[in-house]
């Protein structure tokens, strides 16, 4: 596995597992077969509504504690320094553990500097080990770096081979972020399972389209979480360390970038009204 080390010098791996959609009763299960085939990181967040699964499995696993990497976020309903606070001790206590690995700011809607001032706090109270953000496009990345004491250590965005975040990865750079992927496959939108760049480019290497299109943010340092319910499909999501595509290859699959979303854009003014609108929803 391939560490990626973070602005404060914490290390997380390049590779987790996504419990997006991830049913509550099957979250437990499904952690726990992640976490035996290899998997280290998992990612969840407080309005997947799992994350109580996600502490059972912790708890379970057998792994100890300082070998996972768990990723959460802050969900909008909770924006705000003390709504922020508040949660961040109801995702310990569902977690059940005493500090998380990296949590997010799931999207930049709300009070969302209320929000970081609160992660800061318990960064330095050593209930975070590192802090970023999730879904700020470049304008609220920009500004939340420049007027924050500690700038995003990740952010998390849709990023596939679809839609490459080759200028936002740039501009985090900048600021000594590292850009995490969302969607790594884009929940397979647009054919991407049957996409016959990433077929013939794959099948040079006895790899799956899914391995070749994992591997190709992976050589671009994007941290990738992809998400399956199936046993064998974690495995073959994590077996993406021992090959490496050519610089053509790479060149090649650069090119089907569209350079949009294929979800929904943070810029859209429906987007954000939907989003608002589930952040006033109590979750
Ligand atoms: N920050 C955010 O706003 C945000 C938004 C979305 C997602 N995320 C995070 O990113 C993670 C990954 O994104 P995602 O879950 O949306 O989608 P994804 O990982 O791009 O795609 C998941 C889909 O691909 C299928 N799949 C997985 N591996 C496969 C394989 N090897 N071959 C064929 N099909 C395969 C899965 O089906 P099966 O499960 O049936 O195998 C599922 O339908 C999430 O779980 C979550 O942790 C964050």
New binding site residues.
């Given amino acids: 596995m391939e560490i990626i080390k973070l602005r404060n010098g914490v290390e997380m791996p390049i590779l987790g597992y ?5 049913s509550p009763s099957e979250c437990e299960r499904c952690v726990l077969d992640a976490i035996g085939v290899g998997y280290r990181m998992i ?3 407080q309005a ?1 509504f799992n994350e109580e699964g996600v502490g059972n499995a912790i708890k379970k696993c057998g792994v100890p504690r300082n070998e996972l990497f768990i990723v959460t ?1 802050v969900w909008i309903s909770n924006s705000g320094y003390e709504r922020a606070k508040a949660s961040i001790e109801e995702s310990l206590r569902k977690l059940k553990t005493d500090y998380i690995d990296l949590l ?1 700011i ?2 930049p809607f709300g009070d969302y500097y209320g929000t970081w001032r609160a992660m800061e706090e318990a960064y330095k109270a050593g209930k975070l080990r590192a802090i970023g953000v ?2 700020f496009y470049p304008d609220r990345f920009i500004d939340l770096a420049e007027f924050s004491e500690i700038p995003p250590m990740v952010n ?1 965005v ?1 990023t ?1 081979v679809f839609n490459q975040q080759t200028e936002a990865q740039k501009i985090m750079q900048q600021y000594g972020t590292h850009i995490m ?8 939108r647009n054919n991407l ?1 049957s996409n016959e760049t990433l077929r013939s480019i794959g099948d040079k290497y006895g790899k ?4 070749t299109a994992l591997r190709y943010l992976i050589q671009r340092g994007v941290i990738v ?6 046993k064998e ?1 974690m495995e ?2 994590i077996d993406v360390f021992d090959f490496a595509l050519s610089g053509e290859d790479m060149q090649r699959i650069g090119q089907l970038d569209l350079g949009h979303s294929l979800f929904f854009s943070h810029y859209d003014p429906q987007t954000v009204k939907w989003l608002c609108s589930m952040g006033k929803r109590s979750c």
């Fill in positions: 996504g419990v997006y959609q991830v990612d969840t967040a997947y976020k997010l799931h999207q999730s879904n998390q849709e596939h992927s969302w969607g790594p496959f884009a929940e397979g399972f799956s389209v899914a391995q979480i992809p998400k399956s319910v199936r499909r073959q999501n």
